[in-house]
């Protein structure tokens, strides 16, 4: 199963942004949503290390909600 992460903008440089979620750092590329305005801490989906949607911060939260419920029933 593949799963977009919701992630928040930290810094932009050109199509590559850094991006923060649960304390982790990644660089995502954002040339997939080129289309879009996107500036420091907006929500973005990251799949692939592509950012393929631009969210709310309640959407990621949700979203993070739902994420840690699957890995709490897991480590049952």
């Not at 919701?6 to 810094?11: E, G, L, N, V």
């Not at 080129?34 to 959407?59: C, M, N, S």
Request: with cysteine.
């Amino acid at each position: 199963m593949c799963l977009g992460i919701p992630m928040q903008i930290r810094s932009i440089d050109g199509f590559v942004a850094r991006c923060m979620a649960k304390g982790v750092e990644r660089d995502v590329n954002l040339l997939m949503l080129g289309h879009e305005t996107l500036a420091v801490d907006d929500f973005v989906v990251v799949h692939l290390g592509y950012a393929i949607e631009r969210i709310t911060a309640e959407q990621a939260a949700v979203a993070w909600e739902l994420y840690d419920q699957m890995l709490d029933q897991d480590g049952r």
